[in-house]
RNA sequence: GCGCCCGUGGCUCAAUGGAUAGAGCGUUUGACUACGGAUCAAAAGGUUGGGGGUUCGAAUCCCUUCGGGCGCGCCA
């Protein structure tokens, strides 16, 4: 029995109880079947009796009782206690703690899958760096970590969009291209222009066709050649790293559609539009922010702001219940406007939600690299998988919580240990494969039998045996935790806690006989067992974008 | 000044309001002439920045204070 079936049960006898005594439960989303603390505590524990006997007017220990004499006409379940102020302890038959291992086996990369989140729709927009230079560390947290999501996302039942806003409009495309020219020319930088190889090398790669042509008329080709090349080269290395999008949006499709004026029109016959000092604003301080915000500036340009609130538009009208943006810290400002934009067209918190990742500093010689434009020492994407990887690069800005910054030690990743859990996991993975290959050289009849089902579980009562088990039966749980919360490095943890428990069930016993032995039973059992872990490292390691190697 | 985020062993980080706050690195000590030692077993190391409060129960929620990061344009 797993924890979502006995959670389940005891979700049904707890209604039942309260309507005997008519009353109607709430908060039900609080009951949790967790791991116990400690193994002789039982296979799984729940909170039941502590959180709802408030409002059984009763006390813990009293609804604990009644929990309990219903739970034991379960017979899946052997034994119950009582413990400390009301925990309940419980502990399964012995063929019950096992049937992870079976479904597992039979529903192999689908398994951790479900609908919870069956009626979610949802644009997931990260990354959306300017295409006026390489994509650098800065975005690159979000290529992992959205991605990541998106995937977590869509194995939970919801339809997920992957998008990228792709700022081709404004003044900082100017800037770019003026710089190009001015390369080319040997001519000073524009003022906040931009600077550095791979200017150099655009201007090489663009204006030998336009040469000694005015200015003024190659400006527009110039313009479309630098972007669309740009463009290209961010889109290659965030293949490379192994995060493609679904959709890139081009900001000036709002334009040129006539959505911008569109969606200002309505905000403007719902009455949060008004004219002042020739510009025009919105009164996004009704509704939170700090203070009103420009639309249509004074010289007649739509502002950023104008462009962004017409596109959170078209996501709505496109049919996204919730529009999902990943910012860096050093945009949470926007998070105000964006929120009062949404409500002023009579949207709420479900429809427009933010996650802000903290800085990723840069380490490298034991100091934090200090990042500047004007220095030239920005690290790119392309840089960071050139020296440390996909893999490394990948899990290191998953495993954190984006509301840490993170510190990435540049000589520490790109040793192969446990600076970098990703290879204690991969390592994990390699170590089932390379029993699963054994087996065969040992005798074919072994996988024969896990094909068939032919094993008995109940054999598995070692404790990194039963240690692993457990922690097998909680993946589906772990995803539905992290898809709710959006928090995609509760996986990665999962998974070095899951590699830890197969290295110490590795250790500590043989899953397979010595050549001068045997097969016996409990060898099958274990290589179930083995092979039911691969498939869920496998599964949790591709949820992340990180490969499954059968040997390192 | 105002707003948002953060503060957990020496270091990097975990922990749906749950039991004795967990891992890895580093330090110390052990373990294969049997499935890969990129491993395992064990030890030392914590008043979760400080103070108050809510709760049966707080690293987690509230208040306050200290420290750090970021943001406060008719820039994009």
């Avoid at 038959?93 to 009626?119: H, T």
């Avoid at 710089?179 to 200017?199: V, W």
């Avoid at 719902?270 to 009704?286: H, M, P, Q």
């Amino acid at each position: 029995m797993q924890p979502e079936e006995l959670l389940a049960y005891i979700k049904n006898i707890l209604l039942s109880l309260a309507k005997l005594d008519n009353i109607k439960l709430v908060n039900l989303e609080k009951l949790a079947v967790i791991k116990p603390k400690l193994e002789e505590y039982g296979d799984w524990a729940t909170n039941a009796a502590l959180i709802y006997a408030k409002q059984f007017r009763s006390n813990p220990k009293n609804l604990a009782e009644k929990i309990v004499e219903k739970l034991l006409e379960n017979s899946k379940i052997d034994k119950i206690d009582v413990a400390g102020p009301g925990f309940l302890n419980i502990r399964l038959k012995k063929q019950a703690r096992s049937s992870v291992v079976e479904n597992i086996l039979q529903q192999k990369e689908d398994f951790g899958k479900s609908q919870i989140l069956q009626n979610e729709n949802i644009n997931l927009e990260f990354v959306s760096a300017n295409p006026t230079g390489p994509l650098h560390i800065g975005g690159t947290r979000w290529a992992a970590v959205g991605d990541s999501l998106g995937n977590l996302l869509l194995s939970q039942g919801a339809k997920v969009v992957k998008e990228y806003y792709f700022n081709d409009h404004g003044a900082q495309i100017d800037n770019f291209v003026n710089s190009i020219i001015a390369k080319y020319y040997g001519k000073p930088l524009p003022e906040d222009g931009y600077d550095g190889q791979y200017i150099v090398d655009l201007a090489d790669k663009i204006m030998p066709e336009f040469q000694n042509k005015p200015q003024a008329e190659i400006y527009e080709q110039v313009r479309a050649r630098a972007v669309e090349l740009m463009f290209e080269q961010i889109k290659q290395s965030l293949h490379t790293f192994g995060t493609n999008f679904d959709v890139f949006f081009h900001e000036n499709s709002l334009y040129k559609t006539g959505q911008v004026e569109k969606a200002i029109e309505e905000l403007n016959s719902r009455g949060f539009i008004y004219e002042k000092d020739s510009a025009l604003w919105l009164k996004t301080s009704e509704f939170g922010d700090d203070k009103d915000r420009v639309l249509r500036k004074s010289n007649e340009q739509w502002s950023y702001f104008a462009a962004d609130v017409a596109y959170y538009k078209n996501k709505r009208e496109r049919g996204f219940k919730t529009c999902v943006y990943m910012l860096g810290i050093d945009h949470h400002g926007y998070i105000g406007r964006l929120q009062a934009a949404a409500k002023a067209y009579g949207d709420n918190e479900e429809n427009i939600k933010f996650l802000i990742g903290q800085f990723v500093n840069i380490i490298k010689d034991g100091k934090a690299v200090k990042l500047s434009k004007r220095a030239g020492n920005i690290i790119t994407l392309d840089n960071l998988i050139a020296t440390v990887g996909v893999d490394a690069a990948r899990y290191s800005l998953i495993r954190s919580s984006v509301n840490t910054p993170i510190d990435l030690d540049l000589d520490l990743i790109v040793l192969h240990t446990n600076e970098n859990p990703v290879y204690y996991v991969q390592y994990a993975y390699a170590r089932c494969c390379n029993v699963v290959k054994n087996a065969y050289a040992l005798d074919n009849i072994l996988p024969k039998k896990i094909q068939a089902r032919e094993f008995d579980l109940s054999f598995l009562q070692k404790s990194s045996e039963k240690d692993l088990l457990t922690t097998l039966a909680l993946y589906p749980s772990i995803l539905e935790i992290a898809a709710k919360k959006y928090e995609i490095h509760r996986v990665a943890r999962y998974l070095e806690d899951l590699a830890r428990k197969y290295h110490a069930f590795y250790s500590h016993l043989r899953v397979l006989p010595n050549t001068k032995s045997e097969i016996e039973p409990i060898h099958i059992a274990r290589l179930a067992l083995n092979n039911a872990t691969a498939q869920i490292l496998k599964n949790g390691l591709s949820l992340l974008g990180v490969s499954a190697p059968e040997r390192m």
